[in-house]
T-cell receptor, first 113, second 113 residues
């Protein structure tokens, strides 16, 4: 089946810095999604991308659907303490007559005090 | 709009015991998902319902896990008997329309001792 490689696995940054993370897959997806999970909570959808090359923003977050349809990027500008958490990418594929989400392993964002 | 509700939030049981989790999706969402999330990993789909029918249960360990969604609204997931490796967070999510845009509950953290 499809595999998603998400990197980096974790990031230590200073408040105010910009953050970049990405996901790559072995095959193409029709949709890329980015979720954030806080401790003790379920993932929350941040951005959904539906078209190759699409660039979408949500406040300080910007995500792009790679032109090859095999990758996606998430950028966070001017990080603040509440950005701490685990960010997951997910790609949607049509398999076995159903749309399924394939999840990355997550990027843990930690802000240095 | 109320979010996805799950209960209990935490559960500790001994191996070979049984346990049940409950989920109430967002009103009007036809699709309901149960995921297992092991620490340090992305969510893994266990079962997907469309209304009260099963769409995908290919990764559900059917010898010990069962799920139902009577009347196409709330759902229960049961494990019987539990094993140590079932220790994880069990997430419920629902969606309406675009399958990738899923809304998650807070999860149930299960510890099997």
């Amino acid at each position: 089946g499809q595999q998603l490689n998400q990197s980096p696995q974790s990031m230590f940054i200073q408040e105010g810095e910009d953050v970049s993370m990405n996901c790559t897959s072995s095959s193409i997806f029709n949709t890329w999604l980015w979720y954030k999970q806080d401790p003790g909570e379920g993932p929350v959808l941040l951005i959904a991308l539906y078209k190759a090359g699409e660039l979408t923003s949500n406040g300080r977050l910007t995500a792009q659907f790679g032109i090859t349809r095999k990758d996606s990027f998430l950028n966070i500008s001017a990080s603040i303490p509440s950005d701490v958490g685990i960010y997951f990418c997910a790609g949607q594929e049509f398999m076995d007559s159903n749309y399924q989400l394939i999840w990355g392993a997550g990027t843990k964002l930690i802000i240095k005090p | 709009e109320a979010g996805v509700a799950q209960s209990p939030r935490y559960k500790i049981i001994e191996k070979r015991q049984s346990v049940a989790f409950w989920c109430n999706p967002i009103s009007g969402h036809a699709t309901l998902y149960w995921y297992q999330q092991i620490l340090g990993q992305g969510p893994k789909l266990l079962i997907q319902f469309q209304n009260n029918g099963v769409v995908d249960d290919s990764q559900l360990p059917k010898d010990r896990f069962s799920a139902e969604r009577l009347k196409g609204v709330d759902s229960t997931l049961k494990i019987q008997p539990a094993k140590l490796e079932d220790s994880a967070v069990y997430l419920c999510a629902s969606s309406h329309g675009r399958a990738g845009e899923q809304y998650f509950g807070p999860g149930t953290r299960l510890t099997v001792t």
